[in-house]
């Protein structure tokens, strides 16, 4: 059983130096946060620990640097951001466990924060050899001195079987943060005992992502909705043209195969029934509306390609949600960063904050595509933090970072 973070604080914390595996993987524009909302939620637990008189270590990572140093990848506007936001004073390190990041946590007073550069500058954060990912964390461990503890309060990296992920948390005592708890919670709740009908969203560009989420929903969900680039494989299984969309034509037959057995299983399968068909993949490329059985029979033909679901299908999805009682969605519909093909993401989106259901967004692009469209985190039940974290949930995999918390 894991132990929640309430049980850390009532132990005592001032004085104590406690690693907290935070989220901080956020999108930049150069040097520039281009959505902070991982920051925002990674702040409750690192300020709670701060005015308990914890002196907190904050480690993270941002992109996939592989293991090298690159300036692209520093932390330093993430930390600078969280800096900004905090209520606690906030240092930041120029590396991950060398004389900077020593030197400055030997230094913390009770109450401040240190975060660390971009644990992945480190290669052995990721490395598939336990005894580098063990090395790794125990310098980690030794920037805590005695006494230390550890918070996984990054979602997003539970997945994952790193250093800062799996291995500190051998080695320190280990607890929950509420970010993760929060996350386990809804999640279990939505897989195990959703409130009926529970409706699945999903999107996203390739179908071969989603397989195993959408083998493990059969018969789970009342219905999935499926929209996005994943669509065309389900469309030509289904016998249509599809021009030059998005096709993974090695999984037409796995995707037969599921529709069969969601119809032996008792869960529908939505697809669109017209597509938005763009001549380009360009922001103001010529477009037209065609229905699913003739995609390719208007002026733009056979060369075209399918950037987003058509008004008709955002209209059927918008009717399945407001119905549901559950929705979890993952996945934009189409490419909402081009206005002429964000309809549909813009159509499921402002259905779910009309429905009175349990709603779930699935981290990752979904998240992205909801705030880059306007809508506010609290019109949602809850926004996951984890993209891939959530899905491998979904899927029923297990999760090295909650497995070594003893949940």
């Known amino acids: 059983m894991a132990h929640a973070l309430d049980e850390l604080i009532a132990d005592g914390v001032t004085g104590r130096c406690v690693l907290v595996r935070s989220d901080l993987n956020v999108p930049l524009d150069g040097f520039a946060v281009t959505d902070d909302g991982?920051?925002?939620a990674s702040l409750p637990v690192i300020e709670r620990l701060a005015?308990?008189?914890?002196?907190?270590?904050?480690?993270?990572h941002l992109g996939r640097p592989k293991g090298q140093v690159d300036p692209k990848y520093s932390i330093a506007p993430a930390g600078q951001r969280l800096a900004d936001l905090a209520g606690v004073p906030v240092r930041i390190a120029t590396d991950?466990?060398?004389?900077?990041?020593?030197?400055?946590?030997?230094?913390?007073?009770?109450?401040?924060?240190?975060?660390?550069?971009?644990?992945?500058?480190?290669p052995r954060e990721?490395?598939?050899?336990?005894?580098?990912?063990?090395?790794?964390?125990?310098?980690?461990?030794?920037?805590?001195?005695?006494?230390?503890?550890?918070?996984?309060?990054?979602?997003?990296?539970?997945?994952?079987?790193h250093a800062s992920v799996y291995d500190i948390a051998l080695r320190l005592p280990a607890y929950q943060g509420d970010?993760?708890?929060?996350?386990?919670?809804?999640?279990?709740?939505?897989?195990q005992d959703p409130e009926r009908p529970f409706v699945v969203v999903m999107g996203g560009s390739k179908v071969s992502d989603k397989l195993a989420v959408i083998a493990n929903l059969i018969g789970k969900a009342d219905s999935l909705l499926i929209g996005g680039g994943m669509?065309?494989?389900?469309?030509?299984?289904?016998?249509?043209?599809?021009?030059?969309?998005?096709?993974?034509?090695d999984q037409i037959e796995t995707v037969k195969g599921y529709l069969e057995q969601a119809a032996e299983a008792g869960t529908e399968i939505v697809l669109p029934v017209d597509v938005v068909y763009a001549k380009a993949f360009a922001a103001d490329a010529p477009h037209e509306t065609r229905p699913v059985e003739d995609i390719v029979g208007g002026e733009i033909g056979a060369s075209g390609l399918g950037l987003d679901i058509g008004p008709a299908s955002a209209a059927l999805f918008a009717e399945r949600i407001r119905a549901a009682r559950t929705v979890f969605w993952n996945g934009p519909m189409g490419v909402f960063e081009m206005d002429a093909f964000a309809a549909g993401t813009q159509a499921v989106a402002e259905a779910i904050v009309a429905s009175d259901a349990m709603s779930v967004i699935g981290g990752g692009d979904s998240a992205s595509a909801v705030r880059n469209l306007?809508?506010?985190?609290?019109?949602?039940?809850?926004i996951s933090t984890g993209g891939g974290a959530s899905l491998e949930f979904i899927e029923g995999k297990e999760l090295p970072g909650v497995v070594a918390l003893g949940a």
């Open 51 to 60: 005015h308990a008189g914890a002196r907190v270590i904050v480690m993270a």
């Open 126 to 161: 990721t490395s598939k050899d336990d005894a580098e990912r063990g090395a790794l964390a125990d310098e980690l461990v030794a920037l805590t001195g005695e006494n230390g503890a550890y918070v996984d309060d990054a979602f997003g990296a539970v997945h994952r079987k």
């Open 38 to 40: 991982r920051v925002r």
């Open 231 to 249: 669509v065309f494989t389900f469309l030509a299984a289904q016998g249509h043209r599809v021009g030059g969309s998005l096709l993974e034509e």
């Open 96 to 122: 991950v466990v060398g004389q900077d990041a020593r030197d400055k946590a030997a230094a913390l007073a009770d109450g401040e924060v240190l975060v660390l550069e971009n644990v992945r500058f480190d």
């Open 374 to 382: 306007g809508f506010r985190d609290d019109q949602f039940g809850h």
């Open 179 to 191: 970010l993760v708890k929060r996350e386990l919670d809804v999640l279990t709740k939505v897989v």
